[in-house]
Nanobody, 126 residues
């Protein structure tokens, strides 16, 4: 299984950006997919996740709720993270991750995910 995240870049505060995660060897519909991020000097933190088989079961970190939206396209086998109204503190490397047996209470825990992409850098400038 390989995951690949893309879509990062340099944007200004208030701008929007969409990240996309693709997979080979894994059908995203059957997996819980999460986005995590790691800012320089910080620990990796949870951003958003979407539950396997249930596009309506989505959770978000409080820091991004109302600004970010995770979605899954079964036809393309991708999971996107739409990021709106970006803030300076959103600057980080963003990783997508997938897990085959992630229970609801563990969707925000990085340890619950089996597969990780390489990360894509998002830089928000003032």
């Amino acid at each position: 299984v390989q995951l690949q995240a893309c879509g990062g870049g340099l944007v200004q505060a208030g701008d929007s950006l969409k990240l996309s995660c693709g997979a080979s060897g894994l059908t995203f519909r059957t997996a819980t997919v999460g986005w995590f991020r790691q800012a320089p000097g910080e620990e990796r933190e949870f951003v958003a996740a979407i539950k396997s088989y249930n596009n309506n079961n989505r959770i978000y970190a409080d820091s991004v709720k109302g600004r970010f939206a995770i979605s899954r396209d079964n036809a393309k086998n991708t999971v996107d993270l739409q990021m709106n109204n970006l803030k300076l503190e959103d600057t980080a490397v963003y990783y997508c991750a997938a897990g085959r047996s992630v229970i609801d209470s563990s969707m925000s825990r990085s340890q619950a995910y089996n597969y990780w992409g390489q990360g894509t850098l998002v830089t928000v400038s003032s």
